[in-house]
């Protein structure tokens, strides 16, 4: 890999605490087993999934730099340096693709800001798996992020959310901390039209993955155990 240019690869993990090459393609492990820089946000985490992935790997071979939220930024546009003299970057996610509801966005940005090329590799994103399983537009959709945590900004926003997805055939996906989805259901059962769309998916690719789409109206009659469980909620109102 030690071309004239480093290159910065994009390393998808898992969802879950599932084996990586159940989700994951072979060209992951191939590209980890040949870089020894990697950009992650959680160090322990990161070391785990790379000796996961690659068993024989050195891991005090490797050299790891956080991306968290107390990372100095100055500190943070230094990080892709290495690629001038033919080092390649691994940059990892905690959960998923980098840069997808992910800090690793900023790393990409400086990686086209300094000429260096991005290679993403194939990997599982929570957001687009429950876009293909919840029936809805899969030609318009929306990730808006997190919600407002105050209850009356949230139902404001729930209720903007339904109104756009209406006037323009648009799917609005969010998510939320997963130890506040419970009261987030609640909140959509209580706020959105009795025939809007909701599909709520849950623990993607794990064995307790759970997938469903009804109206709010068949909701009502339905509780499913979310607590502390990685959601995406996905709203379509036609």
Avoid at 62 to 73: N, P, V, W
Avoid at 166 to 179: A, D, G, K, L, M
Avoid at 207 to 218: A, F, G, M, N, V
Wanted: hydrophobic share 35%.
């Amino acid at each position: 890999m030690n071309n004239e240019q480093g290159k910065l690869y994009l390393i998808p993990t898992t969802l879950g605490d599932n084996e990586p090459l159940e989700v994951l393609p072979l060209s992951v492990k191939k590209v980890i087993e040949e870089l020894d820089f990697f950009i992650v946000e959680n160090e322990k985490t990161a070391r785990r999934f790379i000796k996961q992935i690659t068993p024989r790997k050195s891991q005090p071979s490797l050299t790891i730099l956080k991306l968290d939220k107390y990372a100095d930024q100055l500190e943070v546009r230094t990080y892709l340096d290495v690629c001038v003299s033919g080092t390649s970057v691994g940059l990892l996610s905690e959960a998923g693709v980098p840069a997808i509801a992910d800090p690793g966005a900023e790393i990409v940005k400086l990686a086209h800001e300094k000429g260096i090329r991005v290679i993403p590799l194939v990997g599982p994103s929570s957001i687009i798996l429950a876009m293909m399983s919840s029936g809805f537009n899969g030609q318009n959709f929306a990730f808006n992020g997190y919600l407002p945590i105050d209850t009356s900004e949230r139902k404001a926003a729930i209720k903007k959310l339904e109104r756009l997805s209406r006037e323009n055939n648009q799917s609005q996906i969010f998510i939320e901390t997963p130890y506040r989805n419970e009261k987030m259901l609640a909140d959509l059962k209580s706020t959105l039209t009795p025939t809007a769309k909701l599909c709520i998916a849950c623990d993607i690719t794990l064995q307790s993955e759970y997938i469903k789409t009804l109206t709010i109206s068949d909701w009502k009659s339905e509780t499913p155990d979310l607590h502390k469980r990685p959601t995406i909620f996905i709203i379509h109102k036609e």
